[in-house]
T-cell receptor, first 112, second 117 residues
Framework: LAKTTQPISMDSYEGQEVNITCSHN???????ITWYQQFPSQGPRFIIQ???TKVTNEVASLFIPADRKSSTLSLPRVSLSDTAVYYC?????????????FGTGTRLLVSP | GAVVSQHPSWVICKSGTSVKIECRSL??????MFWYRQFPKQSLMLMAT?????????EQGVEKDKFLINHASLTLSTLTVTSAHPEDSSFYIC?????????????FGEGSRLTVL
């Protein structure tokens, strides 16, 4: 079963670039890599998704090496409001259903 | 993006009562919905996969008679916590998927905080 490993926590300062790396050694051929952001007492919010190489949107970039065994979420110039938990997910298939299993996530704290 | 709505957003109940939480996909049809539980400072734990028109698939260790899931339509899934006890107090979150890809287009509700006295 696909499983992800992330750092438990990271600290940063406003204006810095933050890179959060996720390991997913058992990723399946058809799986995509998706990152979510969660604020306290809220449901997770989609940030970005990719399959290989690099994906960029208005809030983040996602770097995926050729072997796809890891991925890095890059947040440019973070602000205090980026303090949240960030989850990296890959898909899981079990008896025909496709479900996602959350890992520990990375708790990012952005300070002034 | 697609919208998933949960109701109620918070509920307080007495021990021994049952509580129903609704999860609706507002602007798309969701053949599959997922229910998660999250304790403070912990990650989301998948409880069950809810499929429209069929029985839910529960994760190991989740009591199906305790957590009743009904997915009667393509836009509504409900989670009923039966005979709730204080240890059932948690943040319950649902999600629904619009696309067929294993990780694609998964949208989460706002969550429902249950407090059992």
């Amino acid at each position: 079963l696909a499983k992800t490993t992330q750092p438990i926590s990271m600290d940063s300062y406003e204006g810095q670039e933050v890179n959060i790396t996720c390991s997913h050694n058992n990723i399946a051929t058809n799986d995509y890599i998706t990152w979510y952001q969660q604020f306290p007492s809220q449901g997770p919010r989609f940030i970005i998704q990719g399959y290989k190489t690099k994906v960029t949107n208005e809030v983040a970039s996602l770097f995926i090496p050729a072997d796809r065994k890891s991925s890095t979420l890059s947040l440019p110039r973070v602000s205090l409001s980026d303090t949240a938990v960030y989850y990296c997910l890959v898909g899981e298939e079990n008896t025909g259903f496709q479900k996602l299993v959350f890992g520990t996530g990375t708790r990012l704290l952005v300070s002034p | 993006g697609a919208v998933v709505s949960q109701h109620p957003s918070w509920v307080i109940c007495k021990s021994g009562t049952s509580v129903k939480i609704e999860c609706r996909s507002l602007d798309f049809q969701a053949t599959t919905m997922f229910w998660y539980r999250q304790f403070p400072k912990q990650s989301l734990m998948l409880m069950a996969t809810s499929n429209e028109g069929s029985k839910a698939t529960y994760e190991q260790g989740v009591e199906k008679d305790k957590f009743l899931i009904n997915h009667a339509s393509l836009t509504l899934s409900t989670l009923t916590v039966t005979s709730a006890h204080p240890e059932d107090s948690s943040f319950y979150i649902c999600s629904a998927r619009t696309g067929a890809r294993s990780t694609g287009e998964l949208f989460f509700g706002e969550g429902s905080r249950l407090t059992v006295l």
